[in-house]
C-alpha cells in the first residue's frame, strides 16, 4: 500500500474539514449542495465518458488500485534473484531454474524466467518482454492522461455551476431565498471542482505517472538480468549490468553476494 498518498488524501480532507467546521461555527452543513456536486461531478464524469471509451474509463479503476495497493520490488531483492539465478545456470544449466519459477511472486518474473528455461534466447525474451513494457506504459499513459482530463474538468464544471447559481441569482433578486440558493450553488460549484481536482485528481496523476516509471524500470532490470543469464554470463558480470539501473549512492546498499 502507498501510504503516502493514503496519508495526503485523509489530512487533507481533515485540513479542508476543519477549516469549514472551524470558520461555520461548527456546522458544516452548508457546505453540503446536492445541485453544486452534481454540476461538479456529474459534469466530469459525462465529459469524461464523452472523451474516453467506456473501457479505458473503467480500466482507471483497476490502475488506481494497482498504483495504491500494489508495491514494486525493491533494486536489491531483484539483483539479489537474478545473481543467484545466474549462479544455478552456470552450474546446472537452465532447466535447473525451473524449481525457482514457483517462489516468485512477479508474472512478469515468472514469465522471462519460464521463457529461459524453454531455451529462448536472449533476444527474443528482449523482444516479447520489452513489448509487455511498451504495452504496460501505454495503459499506465491512458490511466493518467483521464485522471489529468478529470483533473481539468473538475474545475471546469464547477465554472459552469457558477455561472449558472449566478443566472439564479439574478433572475430573483425579489426573493430572498432564492438569491442565497443562487449564491450557494455558484459558490459551492467553484469549492467542489478546485477541491477535486487539487487534492485528488490532479495529484493521483502524478502519482500514477512516477509509478508507471518506477515499474517500468524494475521490469527493464528484470530483462537485462535474464538477457544476460540467457548469454551465459557470470554472475557477477549480470550483477553490474543491473546495477546500471541504480544511482551510485545506493550500489553499495543493494550489492548481491556472489
Not at 524449481?99 to 528455461?117: A, N, R, S, W, Y
Amino acid at each position: 500500500m502507498d501510504l503516502a498518498t493514503i496519508i495526503g488524501i485523509t489530512l487533507g480532507f481533515f485540513v479542508i474539514m476543519f477549516a469549514i467546521i472551524g470558520g461555520s461555527g461548527g456546522s458544516a452543513a452548508i457546505f453540503f449542495n446536492a445541485p453544486s456536486l452534481a454540476i461538479t461531478i456529474g459534469g466530469m464524469i459525462c465529459a469524461t465518458l464523452i472523451h474516453f471509451s467506456l473501457p479505458q474509463f473503467l480500466g482507471i479503476f483497476s490502475i488506481m488500485k494497482k498504483t495504491l495497493f500494489s508495491k514494486i520490488p525493491p533494486p536489491s531483492t531483484s539483483i539479489q534473484n537474478m545473481v543467484n539465478f545466474a549462479a544455478i545456470n552456470r552450474r546446472d544449466g537452465a532447466l535447473a531454474l525451473e524449481q525457482e519459477i514457483g517462489k516468485l511472486q512477479d508474472p512478469f518474473f515468472v514469465k522471462g524466467l519460464q521463457m529461459l528455461v524453454d531455451g529462448q534466447n536472449d533476444d527474443s525474451i528482449r523482444d516479447i518482454m520489452s513489448l509487455e513494457i511498451d504495452n504496460l506504459r501505454i495503459r499506465h499513459a491512458t490511466g493518467k492522461k483521464i485522471l489529468e482530463f478529470m483533473g481539468a474538468a473538475a474545475p471546469a464544471f464547477g465554472m459552469i455551476g457558477t455561472l449558472i447559481g449566478l443566472v439564479q441569482m439574478l433572475t430573483n433578486m425579489s426573493s430572498p431565498d432564492s438569491i442565497g440558493a443562487g449564491m450557494a450553488t455558484a459558490l459551492l460549484t467553484t469549492f467542489y471542482g478546485a477541491f477535486a481536482a487539487n487534492l485528488v485528481f490532479i495529484p493521483l496523476s502524478g502519482k500514477l505517472g512516477i509509478y508507471s516509471q518506477d515499474e517500468a524500470t524494475s521490469k527493464e532490470m528484470i530483462v537485462e538480468g535474464l538477457c544476460a543469464i540467457a548469454g551465459g554470463e557470470n554472475p557477477t558480470a549480470v550483477r553490474e549490468k543491473m546495477h546500471a539501473f541504480i544511482s551510485h549512492s545506493r550500489r553499495k546498499e543493494v550489492k548481491a553476494n556472489i
